[in-house]
Nanobody
């Protein structure tokens, strides 16, 4: 079982940048595909970005070209660099770890991002 802890959220003006971090512990980090999800008020949680073992990345259309997901297996961490933020990017961002060898998903507690216009 892996434990996830997000950090880096906060309040930023539109056009600004934030870098979210997710530190994993309790298991072998490379066994997991990692992702960032966002949940805004009144909306379902949605996938923002993901990275699989082969370093393949995927992004929601709304963030392509502005967000970048990366991972550092040596530091057991995954990051989300968010540039040119828009008010609609606001919400709670959750780190997700999906075990590659079984049907197990793990979530962090979330970090809030607020983008002022």
């Amino acid at each position: 079982q892996v434990q996830l802890a997000e950090s880096g959220g906060g309040l930023v003006q539109a056009g600004g940048s934030l870098r979210l971090s997710c530190a994993a512990s309790g298991s072998i980090f490379s066994w997991y595909d990692m992702g960032w999800y966002r949940q805004s008020p009144g909306k379902q949680r949605e996938l923002v970005a993901s990275e699989t073992s082969g370093r393949a990345t995927a992004y929601a259309d709304s963030v392509k070209g502005r967000f970048t997901i990366s991972r550092d297996n040596a530091k057991n961490s995954v990051y989300l660099q968010m540039n040119n933020l828009k008010p609609e990017d606001g919400g709670f961002y959750y780190c997700n770890a999906r075990f590659r060898h079984g049907p197990y998903d793990y979530w962090g507690q979330g970090t809030q991002v607020t983008v002022s216009s």
